[in-house]
């Protein structure tokens, strides 16, 4: 009876040590690559009002857990700005946000722009200063010229 038990000891020890010492820790990453960045471009203090607001508001939206879908729009003037963002749905929210973060610093990269696309590994982000253009896949401004 002892010597089954020791025995049986000594597998679980062996397969404790085996799992600690020959698995890896898995650590989740906000997957911040930057595959694609477009813009074209558009000058105006009422529109940079708006594009900051916007940002600020689907930042909010992500920022409820299990949210990684986000929709804003900011229509005071004749210069509006829809905006959309989406983080992959295996993200853990503080992950979702620093990926849009980085990908709202490369959209705001483009400096004063009618839209703006950025497209990262965990997430993407768009912004246009017209519906048109937000409904189509391409890029078309709203003069239909495309940038």
Request: proline share 3%; charged share 15%; hydrophobic share 45%.
């Amino acid at each position: 009876m002892t010597k089954g038990w020791f025995f049986g000891w000594q597998a679980v020890a062996f397969s404790y040590l085996f799992i600690i010492f020959f698995t890896t820790l898995v650590t989740s990453q906000p997957q911040t690559n930057l595959l694609l960045r477009s813009c074209s471009l558009l000058n105006s203090r009422s529109f940079f009002t708006n594009l900051n607001e916007t940002f600020r508001e689907v930042r909010r939206q992500l920022s409820d857990n299990n949210t990684y879908f986000a929709t804003a729009e900011q229509s005071r003037n004749r210069e509006p700005v829809y905006m959309m963002a989406q983080c992959r749905l295996y993200m853990s929210t503080a992950d979702c946000l620093d990926c849009y973060d980085v990908a709202t610093s490369n959209a705001r990269s483009c400096a004063a722009a009618t839209g703006a696309r950025a497209v990262l590994d965990g997430c993407f982000l768009r912004l246009v200063v017209c519906i048109p253009a937000f409904l189509n896949f391409t890029i078309v401004s709203c003069s239909g010229v495309v940038p």
